[in-house]
């Protein structure tokens, strides 16, 4: 079992490492932390590639959707958190902590992706708003994957690629969606949708 616990520690002794109690209340909630982040920049890039597959919606109208739902799904995923971790636990008090942790983390790495609505990244071509949007999403994942590697003692660089890697394989499978479905609902044969 010794050996089994090392290889998955990655060649650390996780058994010496339980031992070990760590303060750091920020690293318990890694997992909310890079849950709720995560999902709050895929759902957020997912919402604007769709706005900029789809076409004709302006920044505005990007911006008030985008912070619409990160607040509508930021505090549903915070509240799931709270009231999944209070049942584990029995605790309402890492239950709060873990909600508060996920929204929070949710709302601010979502919100980045954001600022390609606001000047000077607005534009009404859709070619530069593809690059601000990715570079946007870029700098959110590899902060997040940064701080993710920071928090468990893993090589923070390559956490932030990892997790960069990851978002966008997520967010391509949406913006893949967003251009089939405009091309399906373009499409004159579809007399319930007109």
Not at 16 to 38: I, Y
Not at 65 to 85: E, F, H, K, R
Request: glycine residues 12%; contains cysteine; hydrophobic residues 45%.
């Amino acid at each position: 079992t010794v050996s089994v616990l090392y290889w998955a520690g990655g060649g650390r002794d996780l058994m010496e490492e339980s031992k070990t109690p760590r303060c750091d209340w920020l690293a318990l909630e890694a997992k909310s932390l890079v849950f709720g982040g995560l999902d709050g920049v895929c759902t957020t890039l997912a919402l604007l590639w769709a706005g900029v597959a789809v076409g004709g919606l302006t920044n505005r109208t990007l911006l008030v959707m985008g912070v619409a739902g990160l607040i509508s799904q930021g505090c549903a995923m915070g509240l799931g958190t709270y009231l999944g971790a209070s049942l584990e636990t029995g605790c309402n008090q890492n239950g709060t902590r873990s909600g508060l942790v996920m929204f929070a983390s949710f709302v601010l790495f979502g919100s980045i992706p954001l600022i390609t609505c606001l000047p000077p990244f607005s534009t009404p071509h859709s070619e530069q708003k593809r690059l601000f949007l990715c570079m946007g999403t870029s700098l959110s994942l590899f902060a997040l994957g940064f701080l993710r590697g920071k928090l468990t003692k893993d090589n923070p660089l390559p956490a932030g690629l990892s997790m960069v890697a990851t978002g966008f394989a997520s967010a391509s499978i949406s913006y893949s969606v967003s251009l089939c479905l405009k091309h399906v609902l373009s499409t004159p044969t579809l007399p319930l949708l007109t």
